[in-house]
């Protein structure tokens, strides 16, 4: 069963900076593409940035030049690093990945969410 590990999330005051990270166990699987989702209170989960395995990336407009997101394919993590941080940017923040194996058809896996809050 792979289960995603997340970490990094905490409290942050604006213009600040924070780093998550996920690993996904498993090491038979490989990622078709990993990334991360934001959900505020109240609000639907949305996607923030997403890294493909040819390294592609896509971000949500409202963090383009703020988000970093990178991945180590091989150990199967992803990383945001979130700079100049505003209060919007508060809500739990969940690590997706699609994952393959030689075995198995891509499957969509979840974290457990992290929380990140920033004040103003």
């Known amino acids: 069963q792979v289960q995603l590990v997340e970490s990094g999330g905490g409290l942050v005051q604006a213009g600040g900076s924070l780093m998550l990270s996920c690993t996904a166990s498993?090491?038979?699987?490989?990622?078709?593409?990993m990334g991360w989702y934001r959900q505020a209170p109240g609000k639907q989960r949305d996607l923030v940035a997403r890294?493909?395995?040819?390294?592609?990336?896509y971000y949500e407009d409202s963090v383009k030049g703020r988000f970093t997101i990178s991945g180590d394919n091989a150990k199967n993590t992803v990383y945001l690093q979130m700079n100049s941080l505003k209060p919007e940017d508060t809500g739990v923040y969940y690590c997706?990945?699609?994952?393959?194996?030689?075995?198995?058809?891509?499957?969509?896996?979840w974290g457990q969410g992290t929380q990140v809050t920033v004040s103003s």
């Open positions: 498993g090491s038979r699987y490989s990622a078709n593409y």
């Open positions: 890294i493909f395995d040819d390294g592609t990336t």
């Open positions: 997706n990945m699609l994952l393959a194996s030689a075995s198995s058809l891509p499957r969509n896996y």
